[in-house]
Every structure is written in C-alpha cells, then in structure tokens.
C-alpha cells in the first residue's frame, strides 16, 4: 500500500486507458492530460456545486492548458435532455473539435451526462474523467456507460464510451457531505461481495478507518474496486454477461429509487447497500449461501453506520407486489424475466437469470413487515 499515484490500465484494444489514482491528481492535471491534446486546450464540464469547490484548483492544474467551463446545476434532474442539449449546444459553440478534449469534472451525473455529450459530439470525441465522488471513482467514471434519464426510467438513453483517461484523486474525497461519503461506500462493499472476500474481509478492519478520512485506506480502497471493475468490463466491455455482476443488489435498488421517487429519502448507494442485504436474503432463501452471509454484510453496513433495511429507509413504501412491478422497467430485464445477481457466499457473486417470483416476494414481504 502506498501513498503514490496508483494506475489501474483498463485493456479495450484501441479504447485503453489508464486509470489514475491518488493524491494531488488536481494539481497535476495539466501534465496528466497533456499527452492527450492535440491543441492546449479543454472543455470542462461540471456542476454549479462541484465548480465552487474545485474549478480554480483543476484550472490551476492545468497550468498552460487553457480551460473554459460550463457549470449545470447540481443535481439528478440536470440528467436530462434539457442539460444534456445545453451541455451540447455549449460544445459546439466553444469550438470543441473531433481531437479535442472533453473533460468531465464531477459525480455520476456530470460524469454519465459528460461522457454521453462527448460520445455524440461530432459523431465522437475523447474525454476524461475527473470524478469527485467516491460513487463516481469506484464506479460510474469506469467502463464507459454514458448517458441520461428518460421519463421511462433511469440511463435508458445513452451509449459506451470509454474515456481517454481517469484522474481519481483521493483528495476530492476530503470535501464530500459525510452521508455522500458513505452512499459511495455502498459500492465499494458491493465489490468485495461480488468477487472478492479478502477485500470484504480487509474492509470489515478498515472501513472505519477509511470513512474517517485515513487517505492511505481510501486509496486502497479505491484502487482495489477499480481493478475489479476494469478486469469485469475487460471481460465483457457491452454487458453480455459477466458484466452484470456489477449490478449487485441493483434490481431491489432501482425499484426502490423508484418508489422513492429519485429523492433525499434515499441515495443511489444506500439503495445499493439495502439492494445488497436483500439479494444476499435471496439467495439464503433459495439454498444458495449460508444464514450467516446475509448477516455478516447487514452487520458491516450496521457497524459503518449506513441504512441496512427497509425499515431505514423514512416515508411510506409500496408492498411487494408493487416494488417488483417497479422492477420491471429496469435494463436488466430480459425477455420479460427478472435477472438478479445471486450468492454462494461472499465474494462469490453470479448472474441468474431465472429466479423463482414467489422467492422475491416473499424476501421483499419480510423486509417490509420488519418495519412495522
Ligand atoms: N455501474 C455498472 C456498470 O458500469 O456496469
């Protein structure tokens, strides 16, 4: 474990980059970037909340690379055609060439919405990553899934398009709302259960450690989730197969999000780590892991201080009827059936495609009636 900037290479043939992850990225963005540009110049892509905290550090960071910055409001519903098409429009009247460099600088919605703007530009443009939240380092600025919401459903508008290179830097993480910090932290636990109990095992020690701010920790943590995202989508790069791994616990989270209406009640990653206690609960039910997986994730996630149940989740719920209709929107369906990614154990996650409805309901049945 080191302190020094980590690269994590992410092996598409000519779609390769290299993720970069550490402390101070910031400050070193221009000579990061540099090797990118055909002309020293950038447009940056960002929100109004983001652009207050660290636009004049990335554009002292880039030093002689010239910068011009659009912030878009903060927020889920920036997600959408409306932003989207400003963002577009914005591009184009800043001259953005087909060589030219698009710089995503923020969450999982500038980052999807950047990467989704930068795929259509010109019929395709390269740009890079700069994520500020643990969500968006560990997950959504990896593997090139761009895109925007529809009033169908989430991301269902988008396309692949692998960034030219990520800056993951460790420090950003230092400014995140605590509540923020742990919604990411849904997703870095989503990795060890899904590939790797060692790493499951190291954040049961350290995850306190990490929430607190140790950055030797956060590094580790961030790289070892970005080594397992990158090996996923080497694998299977368009989701064909492995690559739904990663949408552990995410069928019971969308439909949550649903019922939840994309609100304050419950962030994607908390969504993510109560999608993950219930799809452990699946999979005890059907034979498949033993009690004591299920109580092991619920007593991390308890111990770290983040939402575990239903029950943690405040305002009223649909039944489970509803919440599995809610599912049915959902990418992950195909031919009409739901797909869940299921347990042996922790760590060793795999894709089904034909889980029994009466299983699903009666998990989601129990859920609801604990929070009587
Ligand atoms: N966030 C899941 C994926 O990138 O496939």
Redesign the pocket.
């Known amino acids: 474990m080191t302190t020094g900037i980590d690269t994590v290479h992410v092996a598409l043939g000519t779609r390769s980059y290299d993720v970069r992850i550490g402390r101070g990225l910031l400050a070193r963005a221009g000579a990061e970037i540099a090797p990118l540009l055909a002309r020293r110049r950038v447009a940056v892509l960002t929100d109004e909340t983001v652009a207050g905290l660290h636009l004049d550090a990335l554009q002292d960071g880039l030093g002689d690379v010239e910068m011009t910055a659009l912030a878009l409001p903060a927020g889920e519903a920036t997600k959408g055609w409306e932003q989207f098409s400003r963002a577009v429009d914005w591009l184009l009247a800043e001259k953005v060439e087909r060589r030219d460099i698009v710089v995503a600088l923020g969450g999982g919605v500038i980052g999807d919405l950047g990467g989704f703007a930068a795929a259509v530009l010109r019929r395709g443009v390269r740009f890079v990553q700069i994520p500020t939240s643990l969500l968006a380092q560990v997950?959504?600025s990896?593997?090139?899934?761009t895109g925007i919401n529809s009033t169908h459903g989430k991301n269902l508008i988008g396309a692949f398009h692998q960034p030219a290179l990520v800056l993951a830097d460790i420090d950003i993480l230092g400014t995140l709302p605590a509540r923020d910090f742990l919604s990411g932290y849904g997703?870095v636990v989503k990795y060890g259960l899904l590939g790797d109990a060692a790493f499951f095992d190291w954040l049961e020690e350290n995850g306190p450690a990490l929430a607190a701010g140790d950055p030797v920790a956060r590094q580790y943590a961030v790289r070892r989730s970005i080594e397992m995202?990158a090996r996923?989508?080497e694998r299977d790069e368009t989701?064909q197969g492995d690559?739904?791994l990663?949408?552990l616990g995410?069928t019971f989270c969308h439909a949550l999000e649903k019922a939840t209406g994309y609100s304050d009640r419950l962030l994607h990653g908390e969504g993510v780590a109560i999608g993950c206690v219930l799809a452990f609960e699946l999979s005890q039910r059907l034979g498949l892991c033993s009690q004591e997986a299920p109580s092991r994730v619920r007593a991390h996630l308890k111990a770290m201080g983040m939402k575990v149940d239903l029950a943690d989740i405040p305002g009223d719920l649909p039944g489970a009827d509803a919440l599995i209709a809610l599912m049915g929107q959902d990418k992950k369906v195909v031919d009409g059936k739901l797909r869940f990614i299921l347990a042996r154990g922790i760590g060793d996650a795999f894709v089904s495609g034909d889980v029994p409805g009466d299983a699903v309901r009666a998990v989601l049945d129990e859920a609801l009636r604990a929070r009587l």
Do not use: C, F
């Open positions: 997950d959504s990896v593997g090139g899934k997703e995202k996923i989508v989701e690559r739904a990663l949408n995410h």
